[in-house]
């Protein structure tokens, strides 16, 4: 194609005849420059980088540095003909990242730009100029290895199909001079930009044996960056994550904003300042505790000055007010993030105590909480699914409290996008992170190192019961930062609610649910497996029960297991008899009380939290309520080890047939020897495989593989729905259509909607009473 006058960041909508000027490269450059420094003002004074002025100035320096370089790869004539939707270049792949072509400009490519930039930053250390590469390369979290299981070719970063046999690096435009100026301002060089040059990159092997083809320059690239990203010291791979972390964001703040009618660079100040105050907290004090006093324990939490402060109280003893108090104190100018496990727990902890909270900002945040996508995509290159959570993450910059997953934030530790995203949010926070008793080994290792890292925030941890080793773990990582433990007020902790009962299999459990049901009672049966769920409801259905029962679990369209969960509750709180059979998914979700709960053996923490669905309102001097479990054994070490259900079977034998209270089970607990590794290995701060110049997501949480999808069959509903209200498809505006499924590896994708892939009938069987499967398979293990 012809140079054009200007070059683009970023597609110009159809309907214009000339780009805006955030639209234009430079014009993005300078957004996100300016978004950078914003970030770097609020991280500043919230990270305590006063004791550390010297790793400070290495960050600010390797941030400003990438924000301006970050998109310079895009001013090649294949990626301008991209943005420009030119016929001949329209839905093209481009040879390499964008991002990835930036790094080689700066560090490796031989051209004008990295000449000058050698020279004016010699001083700055022999591998500075590689870590602004990696900062700018990275802001997509697609510097990798290439990897076999990089399926789609846009994350693969050299793709040389179909494309031609070169393309022109445009360094001789004007904008590039005007971003590289950008450079030497910021660096305050006296060195003359010099004339720029445009490069030719072949793609082919050439017949001079001196010149490097695009994937040689590549692999010689990573190769380079293996050696040197090895000699960093400590304080230097902190300020490298750090910069990842701001250009990431700033690029967010810079793309999305530009449809504020304020600056955007303005905004992101104004958003970041708004933070908790005495006043705001007290209203949601009072109305939660409506006219009471708080409990001694509550007060105790309250005046709790320890930097990490943790509290062990049971079920239903007041934490989350004693969290909200707390923050009274120990959050004020800060953005709360109050952490839950699951996206049930976070939604109804928005409900139960934010929502009405009117005069607060406050935001509930997770993978399916709604919003609009208001950008269009500019080239195939580019993401939906990062968009989206690109938008998304927004939302938390000007927040006051934040009710999310606790994935929001510790997922920042191994390069999730949202955390990132939103990390001038997390980087002014305050944090409560709730039921750390259910984290597997691999969230608690991320929440071991969240601790260590952001040593400057106040952070509260609750739990109903914590393991021994875990607590060591705990004192071992903060040392004189973790106050003492504080305990739930002894008259509740020793209250007994419940009464175990050893049964051989689920056969044995019918006469008592029946006897229960008939008496009005109320009954809860948590299943291990979807398939065992199934098979319990369909064995209530045969029999002549006075209700009807309700199976609830997570293989349902994302609606219609909201509405289940609704029906449950209701069933549970109106009066009459109540059976509600379902997955572990109700450990959490449910704030419900039952009479009686039947479940099959499983790790003892999850067996404490399935208990806490048990008379969860004792009275006084009111008798125990029965739990019945039975055995239950993991042949394929799935969903549970075999070990886990050795300990908690040693456990429960000193348990059964007795009257227990919480603080009974917690005292077992903590005698409970878990055999687990925790790792507090990292992404963000160590690299991938411990190669700190990779920016690639990795997995938070254990567990199997898994993948969420959209029937076909739903589709003219989604869209005629989408039309009516004006919005295109986007991961979580039809959110409410998908359904979690474990990974089949039989099924294909071959089509997509918001980012999900879409499965037939003849592919997925689904029923709205009993939920989905794959066809042709039995009832799903997990």
């Not at 690299?687 to 997501?697: A, C, I, P």
């Not at 994708?749 to 918001?754: D, I, K, N, P």
């Not at 689904?766 to 039995?778: C, E, F, N, P, T």
Request: net charge negative.
């Amino acid at each position: 194609m012809i140079k054009p006058q200007e070059l683009l960041a970023k597609s110009p909508d159809n309907s214009q005849t000339t780009a805006k000027p955030w639209e234009s490269l430079p014009g993005h450059t300078r957004q996100v420059l300016n978004a950078a420094k914003k970030i770097i003002a609020a991280v500043e004074n919230s990270h305590g980088f006063q004791k550390h002025r010297e790793g400070f100035d290495l960050f600010q320096q390797l941030a400003l540095m990438g924000a301006i370089f970050h998109d310079l790869g895009k001013a090649t004539n294949i990626f301008q003909g991209m943005l420009r939707r030119e016929r001949d270049y329209w839905n093209k792949i481009h040879p390499v990242r964008h991002e990835i072509l930036s790094a080689l400009i700066i560090a490796y490519l031989d051209n004008p730009i990295k000449d000058w930039a050698q020279e004016v930053f010699n001083n700055n250390g022999r591998h500075f100029l590689w870590m602004v590469s990696w900062v700018a390369g990275g802001h997509h979290l697609k510097l990798h290895l290439d990897q076999p299981y990089l399926r789609k070719e846009t994350d693969r970063l050299v793709r040389v199909q179909g494309t031609p046999r070169e393309f022109i690096f445009w360094g001789s435009h004007p904008d590039v001079k005007e971003i590289v100026e950008m450079v030497a301002c910021f660096a305050s060089s006296k060195i003359k930009v010099p004339e720029l040059q445009d490069v030719i990159i072949p793609l082919d092997e050439d017949d001079d044996l001196n010149a490097q083809n695009l994937t040689i320059m590549v692999e010689d690239y990573v190769d380079d960056s293996d050696q040197r990203s090895a000699q960093l010291s400590v304080e230097e791979k902190m300020a490298l994550s750090l910069a990842k972390a701001v250009v990431i964001a700033a690029d967010v703040a810079g793309s999305a904003l530009t449809t504020e009618p304020t600056d955007p660079s303005g905004w992101i100040e104004a958003a970041l300042q708004q933070t908790l105050s005495p006043e705001e907290l007290d209203k949601v004090i009072k109305d939660k505790l409506g006219g009471i006093s708080l409990r001694y324990f509550q007060k105790l939490v309250t005046e709790s000055t320890a930097p990490v402060t943790l509290t062990i109280a049971g079920c239903g003893s007041g934490k989350t007010v004693a969290a909200y108090s707390w923050a009274k104190h120990r959050a004020v100018g800060k953005k709360l993030f109050f952490c839950y496990p699951t996206t049930g727990t976070a939604s109804a902890g928005f409900e139960d105590y934010l929502l009405a909270q009117s005069t607060m900002e406050r935001s509930l945040l997770h993978g399916r909480a709604q919003v609009d996508l208001e950008r269009m995509l500019g080239t195939a290159e580019e993401d939906l699914w990062e968009e989206n959570q690109r938008l998304e993450s927004l939302k938390a910059w000007p927040q006051q409290v934040i009710a999310c997953t606790v994935d929001t934030v510790l997922g920042i530790m191994q390069n999730q996008r949202l955390p990132l995203y939103s990390f001038p949010a997390i980087a002014s926070g305050a944090f409560v992170f709730d039921e750390i008793h259910n984290y597997d080994a691999k969230l608690f290792g991320a929440l071991l190192r969240f601790l260590k890292t952001f040593n400057e925030a106040p952070v509260l941890l609750m739990s109903a019961s914590i393991p021994e080793n875990r607590l060591k773990l705990l004192q071992e990582t903060l040392g004189e930062r973790l106050g003492d433990p504080i305990t739930g007020d002894q008259e509740l902790e020793n209250l007994e609610r419940y009464q175990l009962q050893w049964c051989q299999g689920p056969e044995d459990c019918w006469a008592t649910v029946t006897q229960i049901l008939q008496n009005r009672g109320k009954v809860l049966w948590v299943c291990n497996t979807v398939a065992d769920a199934v098979a319990a409801y369909d064995h209530a259905l045969s029999m002549d029960l006075p209700v009807s029962p309700v199976l609830y679990h997570s293989r349902f369209r994302y609606r219609d297991r909201v509405h289940l969960q609704e029906k449950a509750i209701k069933q549970f709180r109106q009066k009459g008899p109540a059976l509600v059979v379902s997955t572990q998914v109700c450990e959490m979700s449910l704030d419900i009380s039952a009479d009686l709960m039947v479940t099959p053996l499983a790790p003892f923490p999850a067996l404490i939290q399935r208990l806490g669905r048990l008379n969860r309102y004792p009275k006084e001097n009111s008798p125990p309520c029965l739990s019945l479990v039975y055995d239950f054994s993991c042949p394929e070490n799935r969903p549970y080890r075999r070990q886990e259900l050795v300990l908690a079977k040693q456990a429960l034998s000193a348990l059964v047939d007795k009257p227990l209270s919480q603080g009974h089970l917690a005292a077992a607990l903590e005698k409970v020897q878990v055999s687990e590794e925790i790792k507090t290995h990292s992404a963000w701060l160590d690299g991938v495989q411990d190669k700190v110049w990779q920016s690639n997501q990795r997995p938070l949480r254990e567990g199997d593989a898994s993948v969420t999808v959209i029937l076909r069959q739903d589709l003219p509903e989604i869209q005629n729905e989408l039309k009516n209200r004006g919005q295109k498809p986007n991961c979580h505006n039809v959110a409410a259509w998908t359904i979690p499924m474990y990974f089949y590896p039989q099924f294909m994708v071959s089509e997509r909607l918001g980012g999900y892939p879409v499965a037939g009938e003849d592919i997925i069987e689904y029923d709205l009473v009993r939920g989905a499967k794959w066809r042709k398979q039995g009832w799903q293990i997990i």
